[in-house]
């Protein structure tokens, strides 16, 4: 079972912090998840709402701020901190341009390894050629056209997953300890989780 901090180690610091993917990094998970979205200078900041009031109480749009004046990390800091860490960059939608985007992301990704790009709108992922990509989902009758998948652990059984044999499967954001290893037997590959703290003491009994 592979352990996904969800937004970093969220449930120690605000998410999507440098401190959060730092923290994240210290409990030695698989991957890391961030979201993107993009700045008025168009570049990747890594917040995961389209404004800033839900996280830091202020009502600007990301998307009307310049990257400097954005109490958000960008995304090439975080890719200067990731190591040797699986980067999960979920491209968000927002009032910016997606495509637009997902070519920002790509440009400052590249060169790095280790990335994965995700998105609930699938379009989006069609036609990248430089990194994997992974299509997100909620729902059991929009299962996303791609071999790598992330789903919401709520509509994720084992019928649902016999009808996946061939895909990887991954699923956010699991919390509960018992909860992730059913789901590890029922042979989802990896678990997304707000802490990873209990998961990692439990990783091996799952695998």
């Avoid at 990896?190 to 209990?198: A, F, K, V, W």
């Amino acid at each position: 079972m592979k352990i996904i901090a969800h937004r970093g180690a969220s449930i120690e610091h605000p998410e999507n912090s440098i401190d959060s993917i730092i923290q994240a990094l210290s409990h030695e998970v698989d991957a890391v998840e961030i979201d993107v979205h993009l700045s008025k200078d168009e570049i990747p900041v890594v917040i995961h709402d389209d404004s800033l009031e839900r996280t830091h109480g202020d009502k600007r749009y990301v998307h009307d701020c310049f990257a400097k004046d954005l109490p958000v990390p960008t995304l090439m800091q975080v890719l200067e901190l990731k190591r040797d860490c699986l980067l999960m960059i979920e491209i968000k939608e927002g009032r910016h341009d997606g495509r637009k985007l997902v070519e920002k992301v790509v440009e400052i990704a590249r060169g790095h390894s280790k990335i994965v790009l995700a998105s609930f709108c699938h379009d989006l992922l069609k036609g990248i050629e430089d990194f994997e990509v992974m299509g997100l989902s909620c729902e059991k009758n929009h299962i996303p056209p791609f071999e790598w998948i992330c789903l919401d652990h709520n509509i994720i059984d084992i019928e649902l997953m016999q009808g996946l044999q061939g895909k990887r499967v991954w699923t956010f954001t699991v919390d509960c300890p018992d909860k992730a290893i059913a789901l590890s037997q029922m042979g989802v590959e990896g678990i997304i989780t707000n802490d990873p703290r209990p998961h990692k003491v439990r990783r091996n009994s799952a695998s």
